[in-house]
Protein backbone atom coordinates (compact mmCIF):
# COMPACT_ATOMS: atom_id res chain seq x y z
CA UNK A 1 0.00 0.00 0.00
CA UNK A 2 1.58 3.27 -1.04
CA UNK A 3 1.01 6.23 1.49
CA UNK A 4 2.45 9.95 2.11
CA UNK A 5 2.82 10.45 6.30
CA UNK A 6 3.38 13.37 7.52
CA UNK A 7 4.57 13.69 11.10
CA UNK A 8 6.07 16.73 13.45
CA UNK A 9 3.21 18.16 14.46
CA UNK A 10 1.63 19.51 17.68
CA UNK A 11 1.45 22.55 19.99
CA UNK A 12 4.08 25.21 20.32
CA UNK A 13 4.05 28.66 21.70
CA UNK A 14 4.08 31.51 19.59
CA UNK A 15 7.00 32.25 17.89
CA UNK A 16 8.27 28.53 18.32
CA UNK A 17 8.72 26.04 15.72
CA UNK A 18 8.16 23.33 14.30
CA UNK A 19 9.44 20.99 11.57
CA UNK A 20 6.74 18.89 9.37
CA UNK A 21 8.51 15.63 7.59
CA UNK A 22 6.32 13.57 4.75
CA UNK A 23 7.54 10.22 4.14
CA UNK A 24 6.33 8.06 1.31
CA UNK A 25 6.42 5.06 1.67
CA UNK A 26 5.34 1.70 -0.45
CA UNK A 27 6.61 0.06 -4.14
CA UNK A 28 7.60 3.44 -5.13
CA UNK A 29 9.89 3.43 -7.89
CA UNK A 30 10.18 7.65 -8.32
CA UNK A 31 9.21 10.53 -5.45
CA UNK A 32 8.50 14.32 -6.57
CA UNK A 33 7.55 16.19 -3.60
CA UNK A 34 5.09 19.32 -4.56
CA UNK A 35 4.16 21.31 -1.66
CA UNK A 36 3.01 21.48 1.41
CA UNK A 37 -0.75 23.08 1.91
CA UNK A 38 -2.90 23.49 5.29
CA UNK A 39 -6.43 23.88 6.23
CA UNK A 40 -8.18 25.98 9.54
CA UNK A 41 -11.20 25.36 10.69
CA UNK A 42 -14.06 27.05 8.62
CA UNK A 43 -11.74 27.64 5.36
CA UNK A 44 -10.48 26.37 2.85
CA UNK A 45 -7.40 24.70 1.74
CA UNK A 46 -4.46 26.75 0.86
CA UNK A 47 -1.08 26.38 -0.36
CA UNK A 48 2.40 27.06 2.02
CA UNK A 49 4.75 26.48 0.21
CA UNK A 50 5.64 24.26 -3.56
CA UNK A 51 8.71 23.18 -4.75
CA UNK A 52 9.04 22.62 -8.75
CA UNK A 53 10.94 19.64 -10.45
CA UNK A 54 13.94 22.13 -10.93
CA UNK A 55 14.25 23.09 -7.51
CA UNK A 56 12.55 26.67 -7.27
CA UNK A 57 10.04 27.39 -4.29
CA UNK A 58 7.60 29.73 -4.06
CA UNK A 59 5.75 30.73 -0.57
CA UNK A 60 2.38 32.32 0.63
CA UNK A 61 2.63 35.71 1.47
CA UNK A 62 2.30 35.03 5.20
CA UNK A 63 4.79 32.51 5.63
CA UNK A 64 7.61 34.06 3.54
CA UNK A 65 10.66 34.40 5.44
CA UNK A 66 9.10 31.99 7.95
CA UNK A 67 9.08 28.57 6.42
CA UNK A 68 11.22 26.95 4.53
CA UNK A 69 10.09 23.70 2.21
CA UNK A 70 13.22 21.15 1.07
CA UNK A 71 12.80 17.60 -0.13
CA UNK A 72 15.22 14.30 -0.99
CA UNK A 73 13.99 12.68 -3.61
CA UNK A 74 16.29 9.93 -3.18
CA UNK A 75 14.46 9.41 0.21
CA UNK A 76 11.18 9.95 -0.68
CA UNK A 77 10.89 12.78 1.82
CA UNK A 78 9.46 16.45 1.99
CA UNK A 79 10.03 18.91 5.00
CA UNK A 80 8.56 22.21 6.14
CA UNK A 81 10.02 23.82 8.56
CA UNK A 82 8.43 26.70 10.27
CA UNK A 83 9.64 29.19 12.30
CA UNK A 84 8.47 32.16 14.24
CA UNK A 85 4.79 30.69 14.53
CA UNK A 86 1.97 32.79 14.65
CA UNK A 87 -1.79 31.86 16.74
CA UNK A 88 -2.85 32.00 12.98
CA UNK A 89 -0.82 29.23 11.26
CA UNK A 90 -3.15 26.96 13.52
CA UNK A 91 -4.16 24.25 10.50
CA UNK A 92 -3.73 20.83 9.75
CA UNK A 93 -1.04 20.85 7.55
CA UNK A 94 -0.83 18.03 4.47
CA UNK A 95 1.86 17.06 2.14
CA UNK A 96 1.40 16.74 -2.11
CA UNK A 97 3.94 14.51 -3.97
CA UNK A 98 3.79 13.12 -7.26
CA UNK A 99 4.81 9.48 -7.24
CA UNK A 100 5.57 6.62 -10.18
CA UNK A 101 5.32 3.51 -8.37
CA UNK A 102 7.28 0.05 -9.92
CA UNK A 103 5.35 -1.19 -13.06
CA UNK A 104 3.42 1.68 -13.62
CA UNK A 105 5.18 3.87 -15.86
CA UNK A 106 3.31 7.54 -15.34
CA UNK A 107 3.35 9.52 -11.73
CA UNK A 108 -0.06 9.84 -9.89
CA UNK A 109 -1.10 12.53 -7.09
CA UNK A 110 -1.34 11.77 -3.61
CA UNK A 111 -1.81 13.49 -0.78
CA UNK A 112 -0.92 12.39 3.07
CA UNK A 113 -3.78 12.23 5.98
CA UNK A 114 -2.65 15.35 7.62
CA UNK A 115 -1.10 16.84 10.79
CA UNK A 116 -2.04 19.50 13.02
CA UNK A 117 -0.07 22.12 13.73
CA UNK A 118 -1.37 24.24 16.93
CA UNK A 119 0.15 27.66 18.14
CA UNK A 120 -0.85 28.80 21.67
CA UNK A 121 0.32 30.13 24.72
Known amino acids: ?72 NTKNTMYLQMNSLKPEDTAVYYCNANLMLYGSGSYSDYWGQGTQVTVSS
Do not use: H, M
Not at 6 to 15: C, H, K, W
Not at 25 to 44: D, H, L, M, T, V
Open 1 to 72: QVQLVESGGGLVQPGGSLRLSCVASGRIFSFNGKGWYRQAPGKERELVAAVTSGGSTNYADSVKGRFTISRD
